[in-house]
């Protein structure tokens, strides 16, 4: 995942910084307009929603800021009266605004809820029971609710490698490891960020479950945004990267298989406060056919375009939004890319 934070994105949270200011004590802004104008689509004018309003909230890396973009996007099709406190700094951050009533929809992934924000350490392999043991476990303990989830996106963990070295090694998946350490140990090289390092579910954990020990010596530990082109140019064999992330497309990566499926499973679906979907329940009718067309590899491009072609993440989102049909450009006319 990409943290960088879009040029827009950083005017605006200047804007809100400075309000901020005059809103001491009161935590983050009320969040400010939609930044592009769109019109119905799929998705229609829901009448208990005409007016309400709703602050959307998101992380501040690429991909949140597309899915946050999104949801305004849906929203404001749907009627509502739509306030935008995208890009918070830190998942922690946004969760928090989420429970404290500051922000009202956030996309959330179901890895961080179970691991980041309910402190478990093991997680559950199967996606339709982590999503379960999520969603019941927030609603109890936390209040938040979760909806429209998309088992189609799962933005976790991978190691990836290059071209030249998925043909010279013949490397498909992580199982594939522990040959190349015992008879190519020069090949064995790893890129990792600090926190993959030492989490459960980062390396310690893939050693364990794939039965290797990485040689570190040969292990560089790495931001999280430099691990791709360092993969790309050879620096180590095996960098850690997002599933989702666009510059594996762009980089032309090659994603290794985690054919034993360790990685948590991080499904993308948004939550809410528990009583404020209890009170619109048509926000889940809203975006159940957002999540129903949302996918690896359409993040993976709409990513790319922010990461790599350089285009706005609100550019984007409106596009793809227009291209599925879900909403419309103000005058009625659809258009492409």
């Known amino acids: 995942m990409n943290r960088e934070t879009s040029r827009r994105g950083a005017l605006k949270l200047a804007s809100l910084a400075a309000t901020s200011v005059l809103l001491a004590g009161c935590g983050l802004s009320s969040g400010g307009s939609v930044p592009l104008a769109v ?30 973009y999104i949801a305004e996007f849906a929203l404001t099709a749907a009627g509502a009266d739509v306030r935008d406190l995208t890009s918070i700094v830190g998942s922690a951050s946004a969760r928090k605004a989420l429970e404290s009533d500051q922000i009202d929809i956030l996309w959330d992934y179901t ?59 013949g490397v498909e998946k992580l199982s594939d490891i522990p040959k190349i ?9 790893f890129c990792v960020d600090t926190e993959f390092a030492s989490r459960n ?29 360092a993969t790309q140019n050879g620096t180590c064999t095996f960098g850690e990267v997002f599933t989702t992330d666009g510059r594996i497309r762009a980089l032309n990566l090659k994603v290794l298989a985690d054919d034993r499926q ?45 990461d790599v072609d350089g285009r706005d993440p609100a550019d984007v989102a409106r596009e793809w939004m227009v291209q599925q049909g879900l909403v419309k450009l103000p005058g009625g006319q659809a258009t492409g890319r």
């Open 39 to 68: 019109a119905p689509g799929a998705i229609q004018p829901v009448p208990e929603l005409q007016g309400v309003t709703i602050i959307v909230g998101s992380k501040d890396f690429t991909e949140q800021l597309v899915l946050g």
């Open 111 to 169: 890895g961080s809820s179970w691991i980041s924000y309910n402190g478990n350490t093991d997680p559950i392999p199967d996606a339709r029971a982590q999503y379960e043991a999520v969603k019941k476990l927030d609603l109890e303990r936390n209040g938040v609710a979760w909806t429209a989830i998309t088992y189609n996106v799962d933005n976790t963990y991978a190691f990836a490698v290059n071209q030249d070295a998925a043909r010279r090694l």
């Open 201 to 229: 579910d980062g390396m310690p954990g893939v050693e364990k479950e794939y039965g290797f020990t990485a040689d570190r010596s040969k292990m560089k530990v790495l931001t999280e945004g430099s691990i791709y082109q």
């Open 181 to 189: 350490i015992a008879e190519k140990p020069d090949e064995a090289s």
């Open 262 to 306: 360790f990685f948590p499973r991080y499904n993308v679906g948004i939550t809410t406060r528990d009583e404020l979907l209890k009170r619109y329940p048509q926000i889940t009718s809203v975006f159940e056919p957002v999540s129903a067309k949302l996918t690896n590899a359409e993040l993976l491009k709409m990513n790319a375009q922010v």
